[in-house]
């Protein structure tokens, strides 16, 4: 299968658990395992390449320019990961589906897991290290996803958002060291920069580089100083704990730090950085886990301890230390992921995982009993066990290895980690399984049904399979081993075998198991100390930094965000206006080229309005209906200069548009108050005035600036003024243009104009459904009413009106391509008309001869645009690509007909559509507030009639 | 005539800010639309302005003002009256929402301003 499939298939899937939610539990896991068992496959399918010593590519160029290709890459490493992650993923979802309760959302959880699973499958197999970036983040997102699945819990929420910050924190400094490898080489391509390896570390950035991205790969592989969000991540639901800390999240860190092996490795800082790291982590990790009680938390830090194994191994850099590494990892993902599953069983059956309240489950979970035995001897080290084997290798390098000039350190430390990890495994069997059969457990004990014990008595099978014939996994391992090295090193010819004969590492084994056992029989003196000694507890540290990391960023905001949008357009205005000073001052400034034109008497008449209204609305804007009918002369000015500067089109949509601004403003102005107080100090409007007239100078300067100059580069008019007629058919450029040649912009342009209308709809929907309803209706309008509410005069005109503006609008549509018109204007004069119908009869006698709804009028509009454009694809041609034939139908004189058209008519509707629903949303609010306005077409309100005083008066008479 | 058009840019453009500057959802509005006409205009003069030459092809007329400037004004202007109306929308809810239509945050007498109006 392709790699693609193999990377897109969880994603996809993640889809379908939600949807079956609904279908029941069953069919949610049901498809769940459908899309792993179908990943999985499809790996298995690669195995026959791989076993060949190949390499499976796959590539598509995403965005080539920043050097980021979905360029996958199927290698033995990959392979050996992969497996792991898609096997253990099914085992865990066929765990989980026992697992969650009838509370839990299971569709939900299903989509996280399958989201977690992509990204891991994600980063194992991408080639461009840019991708494995994006992936990696994924990973990030998708395990605080999971992690803090138990919403109601908070250590839930405060595990999920640690183990968020430090692998995302981890995450960014990773981000910053790939890049760096990535200039360093000149390509963000894995199967190049592994070619590399000389230059990257002869590279004075490599130090950077290399800390950065350890960084990256410790804080996600929970190394010492970062191995405190793991325990903690242990609030997350267990097979959860069991997918993520077993074999896929934290091994994503020793994954990269396998795959840069062959050119990050083998220098000295590697190996003090490393090593140093991973040996901390191994024995701090090991003997934290010793004295914890929760069953979880024990095996969290048993987990942080084996990481810090494989960490160390991978930092000595040697080949037998690397293939040590690659088979202990396929060893820790089988045992751990087995006693993740069983310390599950024992909470769901025992309601409890403190280890002092159990003991004596030997004889009431038989099952349970037999497979945490066998995991737990496998990660003490037992031999006929797989732990043993990696362990004895893992002792071997250790003796070989030599940390600050000192041979001794390391064998002890490695030593001392394994006597720790083998105490806190027979803890783990004596203290839970052995001892009497206590009568207080929260609940009675008993082995789970199969789907809870089957899946990790599957995962003993390879615990004992290898531990009893390594040569099985022998092949395998040193294949990925070969794929780890590269070129960098030659696999190492040593046998997995399980004696070896008398040689150290068998003694500092027999120290381990041995001391392991005393330090059993003397833990209880050993936990006394262990709990009066002061230690730093990560959690409290971690806060505090949190903490004041957050103060810090309190004191910076606050102040300079105080929730004042005038300061804000203040310093916003002014900052833009000195960056483009700036831009003036050292940028070359050219001579004019264009000579003045002389303005006419009709121009300098219009300028002198225009700044007047403009003027006066400065001095008079505290009136509010006044500064509405000065904004309409600015705007019917600006409409009046395009007519003047040969832009009909423009002139007709600014005067249309005109005339709903102010109709939709004198709608709103209906409840906002009349007059803007005076509030605002003459300090403050001198400062304002300030800033205006700062603005006001510079755009002038700017526009008078390139009104004197002609364009730099030759300007792309030319070609569409010659393209007009010849390739669009019609002969106004500026439709041709709107409608043909930026004919995607213009689809754009109209379904944003759409949102925007529905936005208004969904804004006066909510409104009218909250308080504010109750507060319209209770208004007491502050204008007196009109006497009448339709006159006679005006329902007569606008009725009559109605069918010549309906007649001026198709005419302008139609006459759109070749001389000034088009689907905006027309539009828009369709609106007026129809908003006239409301003005002048009514809201409810309009609405009632409404025969199609605006959304779907909207609707209509967008999709005609969309199937116009879509057209073309059956022609294969581009989206949107416009055609055009001639037909004459006598008598009628030849006319054109193009495909154009047809899009025009989709701007039509949306813009109708679209300026309708604004308006009448706006209306819906109006109407509220007041008395429900009468069926009546015109005239005179009957009950008004009845109670009005002028009629009383003259009944009265 | 530039200057006349680039004076016109200018004093727009001060207006517009000087309004936006204010307090009140209202002027904000109205100085947001004087800027999106002075934009308009910029952008519209950003080709080269003639007079009395539309880019309307015509037999025999080889002088054409520039096409390209106007289509995108064009729908600049019907976008900015979607903008203009999604604004005032959500200044009227929040002021019918509030009772209050200033624009900046109100340190702690915000709901007592009974109406907020004079």
């Known amino acids: 299968m392709s790699l693609f499939f193999i990377v897109a298939l969880p994603f996809f899937g993640a889809l379908l658990p939600r949807l079956m939610n609904t279908a029941g539990r069953s069919a949610c896991v049901g498809v769940t395992f459908t899309v792993s068992l179908a990943a999985f496959v499809g790996l298995l399918t690669n195995l026959p390449t791989i076993l060949a010593g190949e390499v499976v590519m796959a590539r598509v160029d995403w965005m080539p320019a920043l050097g980021l290709n979905f360029t996958l890459m199927l290698d033995s490493l990959g392979f050996f990961f992969a497996l792991l992650i898609l096997g ?238 690659m088979f202990h990892i396929l060893n820790h993902a089988t045992f751990k992921a087995a006693l993740f599953m069983s310390a599950g069983i024992i909470d769901h059956e025992a309601h409890t995982r403190d280890i002092r309240r159990l003991g004596g489950l030997r004889t009431l979970m038989p099952l349970t009993f037999v497979i945490v035995s066998l995991a737990a001897m496998s990660m003490a080290g037992i031999p006929l066990l797989n732990g043993f084997l990696s362990k004895e290798m893992m002792l071997e390098e250790a003796n070989h290895t030599a940390l600050f000039g000192s041979p001794w350190l390391v064998p002890v430390l490695a030593t001392v980690g394994s006597l720790f990890s083998a105490a806190y495994c027979f803890r783990l069997i004596g203290h839970v399984f052995f001892g009497p059969v206590r009568d207080d457990y929260p609940a009675k004990p008993h082995d789970p049904p199969v789907g809870l014990w089957l899946p990790p008595a599957l995962l003993i099978v390879p615990v004992v399979v290898i531990g009893v014939a390594p040569f099985l996994a022998e092949p ?99 900052t833009i206006v000195v960056a483009g000073f700036y831009a003036w001052s050292t940028g070359t400034l050219s001579a004019p080229t264009r000579t003045m034109q002389t303005a006419g008497p009709v121009l300098i008449a219009g300028w002198l309005m225009l700044v007047a209204a403009v003027v006066g609305m400065v001095l008079l804007h505290r009136n509010r209906f006044l500064s509405l009918i000065l904004i309409g002369i600015v705007g019917l000015m600006v409409s009046i200069g395009f007519v003047f500067l040969s832009a009909p089109d423009l002139a007709m949509t600014q005067f249309t548009v005109e005339v709903v601004t102010i109709i939709l403003m004198l709608l709103a102005l209906n409840f906002l108050p009349n007059r803007t107080p005076v509030e605002s100090s003459l300090l403050r409007r001198m400062r304002d005035s300030g800033v205006a007239i700062a603005g006001g100078l510079a755009s002038f300067a700017l526009a008078y600036y390139y009104l004197m100059r002609d364009a730099i580069g030759t300007p792309i008019s030319e070609f569409h003024l010659a393209n007009s007629y010849k390739g669009g058919g019609g002969t106004n450029v500026v439709n041709v243009i709107l409608v043909d040649f930026r004919g995607f912009d213009t689809f754009g342009e109209i379904i944003v104009l759409s949102i925007a209308a529905l936005l208004i709809y969904a804004l006066t929907e909510t409104l009218l459904n909250g308080p504010v309803r109750a507060r319209l209706l209770h208004r007491k309008p502050d204008q007196p009413r009109a006497g009448d509410k339709h006159p006679m005069m005006m329902v007569v005109l606008t009725r009559v009106m109605m069918p010549v503006v309906m007649m001026v609008g198709f005419y302008i549509f139609l006459s759109g391509h070749n001389e000034p018109g088009g689907g905006f204007i027309a ?131 | 005539m530039e200057f006349l058009l680039a004076s016109a840019i200018g004093v727009m453009t001060a207006a517009g800010i000087y309004l936006v500057l204010r307090l009140r959802t209202f002027p904000v509005i109205l100085g947001i639309s004087l800027l999106t006409y002075a934009v308009n205009v910029f952008l519209f003069t950003s080709g080269q302005v003639v007079i009395g030459a539309p880019p309307v092809l015509r037999d025999g007329v080889t002088v054409y003002t520039d096409p390209l400037p106007q289509a995108l004004v064009l729908t600049a202007i019907v976008i900015s009256f979607g903008m203009t109306a999604v604004v005032v929308m959500i200044g009227l809810g929040a002021f019918l929402g509030s009772n209050d239509d200033h624009v900046d945050d109100q340190p702690e007498i915000a709901d007592d301003q009974a109406g907020g109006t004079s």
């Open chain 1, 88 to 325: 253990i993923g099914l085992l865990i979802i066929a765990y989980a589906r026992q697992y969650l309760s009838r509370d839990d959302n299971m569709g939900e959880f299903f989509t996280y897991l399958l989201l977690f699973q992509g990204a891991m499958v994600g980063i194992v197999l991408s080639d461009n290290i840019l991708l494995l970036l994006i992936f990696w983040e994924l990973t990030s997102l998708s395990s605080f996803l999971l992690i803090g699945y138990w919403k109601h819990l908070p250590e839930g929420r405060q595990g999920a958002r640690m183990a968020l910050t430090v692998t995302g924190m981890g995450g960014l400094a990773m981000i910053g060291g790939m890049l760096i490898l990535g200039q360093i080489v000149g390509s963000y391509d894995l199967s190049v920069i592994l070619q590399n390896r000389e230059l990257i570390q002869a590279d004075p950035l490599y130090v950077p580089a290399l800390i950065l991205i350890l960084l990256g790969c410790f804080t996600k592989s929970a190394q010492f100083p970062f191995h405190f969000w793991l325990p903690h991540a242990m609030a997350a639901p267990t097979p959860v704990s069991a997918y993520l800390h077993s074999a896929t999240m934290v091994k994503a860190g020793i994954f990269l730090m396998a795959r840069m092996w062959p050119v990050l490795s083998g220098t000295p800082e590697w190996f003090m950085i490393v090593t140093t790291a991973g040996l901390i982590t191994m024995v701090l990790g090991a003997v934290i886990a010793l004295f914890k009680h929760d069953l979880k938390a024990l095996l969290a830090f048993s987990t942080v301890s084996h990481l810090g194994l494989i960490t160390m191994l991978l930092g000595t850099g040697t080949a037998f230390g690397a293939m040590a590494a």
């Open chain 1, 476 to 574: 395998f391992v040193k294949l990925v081993t070969a794929s780890v090295l590269g070129d960098a090193a030659d696999v190492p010819s040593a046998h997995f075998k399980i004696w070896h004969g008398l040689v150290p590492a068998l003694f500092m084994s027999i120290v381990a198991v041995v001391g392991g056992l005393l330090m059993l029989r003397i833990f209880n003196p050993a936990l006394r100390i262990w709990d009066e000694a002061p230690r730093p507890e990560a959690k409290a540290i971690f806060d505090g930094i949190v903490e004041a990391a957050a103060v810090l960023a309190q004191k910076l905001i606050l102040p300079l965000h105080n929730g004042a949008f005038s300061r804000y357009a203040a310093v916003g205005t002014i």
């Open chain 1, 827 to 957: 539009g828009l004069i369709v609106s007026i008309g129809v908003v006239m119908q409301y003005m002048a009869s009514g809201f409810a006698w309009t609405n009632a001869r409404l025969r199609y709804p605006y959304h779907g009028v909207i609707g209509a509009g967008v999709l005609t645009a969309g199937f116009t454009g879509i057209g073309s694809w059956f022609v294969n041609k581009p989206f949107l690509t416009s055609d055009f034939v001639y037909v004459r139908i006598p008598p009628f004189e030849k006319f054109e007909l193009a495909t154009a058209a047809l899009f025009d008519v989709g701007v039509f509707l949306s813009v109708v559509g679209a300026v309708m629903l604004s308006l009448e949303s706006f209306s819906r609010l109006a109407r509220r507030a007041h008395t429900i306005d009468s069926e009546h077409p015109m005239d005179i309100d009957p009950s008004r009639d009845a109670l009005s005083p002028v009629a009383a008066v003259r009944e009265g008479v």
